[in-house]
């Protein structure tokens, strides 16, 4: 499935202009990070994008670093969250950085979420298809329930979203985002931490 020009000349547009206006929030949401626990200002993992091609996703960082191999653990996670890293969370802000994952090609304004690598393995037939676009900031599972909902159906609503991708539906994604983020509809999972696809 190749994307629509419409999109990526979109997404190009959408993130500069983001980019620009917002550019005091980011500086200073990254000297709050700075000042209240130190360097990296960003927190960097690899994702699977399109077609299955991993690349680098940007995020502020809102976790100290693990001191102990308890910590480590995912279950350790919670404790590791900081005072500002919450604050962005609760926010969203920490997924801003991701307009420039957009700028360059790799992700798309609107889109299913990408995911980790070990998780697209366990991908079925059906479920890969969320891989035929790019992954985005937003989408239709996130404005549908995001984190409350089962990883099955996260999915599926993500598969209906390639299937059924069209100007308008992008447009009502978008225009229906803020208002979820504001309700803070299942921003994070319990403790604000995320399940793994089988939980």
């Not at 350790?76 to 957009?102: K, Y």
Request: with cysteine; net charge positive; proline share 7%.
């Amino acid at each position: 499935m190749k994307t629509p020009r419409w999109k990526r000349a979109c997404d190009i547009a959408m993130a500069t202009v983001l980019l620009v206006v917002l550019a005091p929030l980011l500086v200073f949401i990254a000297l709050a990070i700075f000042i209240s626990s130190g360097a990296p200002i960003l927190f960097r993992q690899e994702r699977i994008g399109l077609a299955g091609r991993p690349f680098t996703i940007l995020k502020y960082r809102t976790m100290r670093p693990p001191r102990t191999a308890s910590e480590a653990d995912p279950v350790g996670d919670a404790a590791r969250i900081t005072l500002v890293g919450r604050a962005l969370r609760a926010m969203s802000l920490d997924e801003l950085p991701q307009l420039i994952n957009v700028l360059v090609g790799e992700m798309s304004i609107v889109g299913p979420r990408p995911t980790l690598r070990d998780q697209v393995e366990r991908y079925t037939d059906f479920q890969r298809r969320r891989l035929l676009v790019r992954p985005g900031i937003t989408g239709w599972a996130q404005i549908n329930g995001r984190n409350s909902l089962a990883w099955s159906k996260r999915i599926e609503l993500d598969v209906w979203y390639v299937e059924h991708l069209s100007v308008m539906l992008d447009t009502r994604i978008v225009f229906r985002t803020l208002p979820a983020l504001v309700r803070r509809d299942g921003v994070y999972g319990p403790d604000g931490i995320n399940p793994d696809l089988d939980e």
